[in-house]
Nanobody, 124 residues
Framework: QVQLVESGGGLVQAGDSLRLSCAAS????????MAWFRQAPGKERDFVAA????????YYADSVKGRFTISRDDVKNTVYLQMNSLKPEDTAVYYC?????????????????WGQGTQVVVSA
């Protein structure tokens, strides 16, 4: 098993940037493909970005492409989500997820491990 702990959320204005972090408990962090999802009030949990086990491939939702960047540091057992040019519609709870696969799926129900979430609020 692996425990995931997100941090870095907060209240920002439109156009600002935030960097989310997700720290994993296991030293074998490198066996996991990692992803970020988000869930706004009253909505389903949506795919945001993902990174392959090797870090060589990244994937993004169309709504964040060009603004968000996912990365991983296997020495620190941490995955990051750099969010630039934030918009009010980016407001949501952001969750980190892990699955022991080479390449990350986009479906939330394919992931085995989840963090508790970190709130991001973007004001207009």
């Amino acid at each position: 098993q692996v425990q995931l702990v997100e941090s870095g959320g907060g209240l920002v204005q439109a156009g600002d940037s935030l960097r989310l972090s997700c720290a994993a408990s296991r030293r074998t962090f490198s066996v996991y493909a990692m992803a970020w999802f988000r869930q706004a009030p009253g909505k389903e949990r949506d795919f945001v970005a993902a990174i392959s086990r090797s870090g060589g491939a990244t994937y993004y939702a169309d709504s964040v492409k060009g603004r968000f960047t996912i990365s991983r540091d296997d020495v620190k057992n941490t995955v990051y989500l750099q969010m630039n040019s934030l918009k009010p519609e980016d407001t949501a709870v952001y969750y980190c997820a892990a699955v022991e696969r080479w390449n990350p799926p986009r479906e939330a129900n394919s992931y085995d491990y989840w963090g508790q979430g970190t709130q991001v609020v973007v004001s207009a």
